[in-house]
């Protein structure tokens, strides 16, 4: 792919170069939450000394700003900097489901699975299918970014397309999935949680069914799969060709080439998917009994204490390696266990840069939450918000803009609603609307926003991805990328909020738009 193509024109695509140019000026991600390290840990000195009037939606303590360079709380710093490494919520479930990933590739059960994709989805039709993908693989939560990102890389790449375009859609579908979604995820009933928990502060036999966002949640796929498939095609893959060549050499890769399969490949192929498939159809059988080992002890399936839930991670491992394991003994590429090790610790040395950046931005997530910094921020804002005295339909707006402003520091949906929803719930209540409707208007932003921001966890990870095809890729690139995704799902996933609510299309089950809830 050369670099000849003629560069679109236009305000957005300036913008982007910028934003692109200033973001790949900017110090390695590692050192950026180094510097975010030390900024945090300075500023929260410096408003140690200031009182502020906030007072903590749940406990009514009066906000005070820990100073994290005070003897004390430097020293619980260096006691607790492992356990903060150990506890980098993307750290462990990265490292596992690689491992697993890394025996379906060392196999070459992913190269035939990609081969037999490719001959059923038609070109022109591959980047709604990764789409597509990328919205269901969102009930795996953080997992799925570990998968998609690579595996649709090498889809565009093997269809003579960018690979960055692949990744840069497949990540706003997985962002997009957790608002707008074909299924039920992990993080529907934390967030209900939250929402009950705040209304019941106002009306406390206020109930909130965890699917209240269900409705909305489908209908937006349809939206959202044609925003992304309009703004990869005709914004982000022309510009990436313009500006951003594949490194030389790509076409020598035997990583990246697919090669006709023999009879024994092909054989070993049809083995390996009969055992997947018996894996997968075990596993929904073994969930389906209402008294299910894998069920939390209110019989959910979803549910943050379910055992399927908690135990996602290494059944993903699984997942990947059982037919990496039948594929590569049957098509004798595996012929002893060293191999079967050889391939997992193959795809490891991906992840050393990763690994690197979770220690510093573990710390970072430790001082900037201990030190109440996130807190006083989210509370500021809202009660900000809340004083504008806005109309309800401008009040819903106002969260959403909020919410996307916070997102660039506080990447969590959890933390934040934990906050937000004490706030915003009760005082949307007062003004009407329903809880779930709050609810609804908080994660439309949150999952817009996620793609765009460098804080976001992830975002080391994904740039080594795009490093595969083109080393010159950094932070500003991928930032660039995201943007008009951010754009596009802000201005879709809103209208669809507000065509739902001005037409009286249900949300969810159970939800209204309205308090008290009409009858």
Not at 330 to 341: H, P, Q
Request: some cysteine; overall charge neutral.
């Amino acid at each position: 792919m050369s670099s000849n193509v003629q560069q679109p024109s236009g305000a957005l695509n300036r913008f982007l170069n910028a934003v692109e140019a200033a973001g790949n000026k900017l110090p390695h991600i590692t050192m950026l939450f180094i510097y975010a390290l030390v900024i945090a840990c300075v500023l929260s000195f410096a408003l140690s000394f200031v009182s502020f009037d906030y007072k903590h939606p749940r406990t009514g303590e009066t906000i005070r700003v820990l100073n994290m360079l005070s003897p004390q709380n430097l020293l619980q710093l260096m006691i607790s900097s492992v356990k903060n490494f150990m506890n980098f919520p993307p750290l462990g479930m990265t490292i596992v489901a690689t491992l697993g990933i890394g025996i379906m590739e060392g196999s070459g059960f992913l190269h035939m699975l990609l081969k037999r994709l490719l001959s059923i989805i038609p070109q022109s039709c591959l980047t709604p299918a990764v789409i597509f993908i990328s919205i269901l693989c969102h009930v795996v939560s953080d997992s799925a970014y570990v998968v998609l990102m690579p595996v649709s890389a090498l889809m565009f790449y093997t269809c003579g397309r960018h690979p960055l375009a692949g990744i840069a859609c497949s990540f706003a579908g997985l962002a997009g999935g957790f608002t707008a979604s074909y299924t039920p995820s992990i993080i529907d009933p934390v967030m209900q949680s939250f929402t009950q928990a705040a209304a019941q502060s106002i009306d406390p036999s206020y109930s909130v069914n965890v699917l209240c966002n269900y409705f909305f949640a489908l209908g937006g796929t349809f939206f959202v799969i044609a925003a992304c498939w309009y703004v990869t095609d005709k914004i982000v893959e022309p510009r990436l060709r313009a500006t951003m060549p594949l490194d030389s050499g790509l076409e020598n890769d035997p990583d990246l080439q697919l090669h006709p399969s023999s009879p024994e490949e092909d054989r070993a192929f049809r083995k390996a998917c009969l055992v997947w498939g018996a894996f997968a159809l075990g596993f929904v059988l073994l969930c389906l009994p209402e008294g299910s080992l894998f069920r939390a002890p209110d019989g959910s399936l979803t549910s943050p204490k379910a055992p399927a839930m908690q135990a996602l991670v290494p059944l993903l491992f699984l997942f990947f390696s059982v037919p990496g394991l039948t594929y590569g003994l049957g098509s004798g590429k595996f012929k002893s266990s060293t191999d079967v090790i050889k391939a997992m610790e193959g795809i490891m040395p991906m992840l050393l840069g990763f690994i690197v950046f979770a220690f510093f931005a573990a710390q970072f997530l430790y001082v900037f939450g201990k030190s109440n910094i996130g807190t006083l921020l989210a509370i500021s804002g809202a009660e900000f918000l809340k004083n504008m005295g806005l109309p309800s339909g401008m009040t819903l707006f106002g969260i959403i803009l909020l919410t996307g402003m916070l997102n660039i520091l506080i990447t969590s949906a959890t933390s934040k609603w934990a906050i937000l929803s004490t706030i915003f719930v009760p005082m949307l209540m007062m003004l009407g609307i329903s809880p779930e409707l709050t609810q609804a208007a908080f994660r439309v932003s949150d999952s817009a926003v996620n793609v765009s921001t460098p804080l976001f966890p992830f975002y080391p990870l994904l740039i080594m991805y795009c490093q595969k095809y083109a080393k010159a890729t950094g932070v500003g690139t991928l930032c660039s990328m995201m943007i008009p995704y951010t754009l596009a799902l802000l201005v879709v996933l809103t209208a669809v909020l507000y065509a739902f609510w001005m037409i009286g299309i249900p949300l969810g089950f159970d939800a209204g738009y309205v308090y008290p809830p009409v009858k």
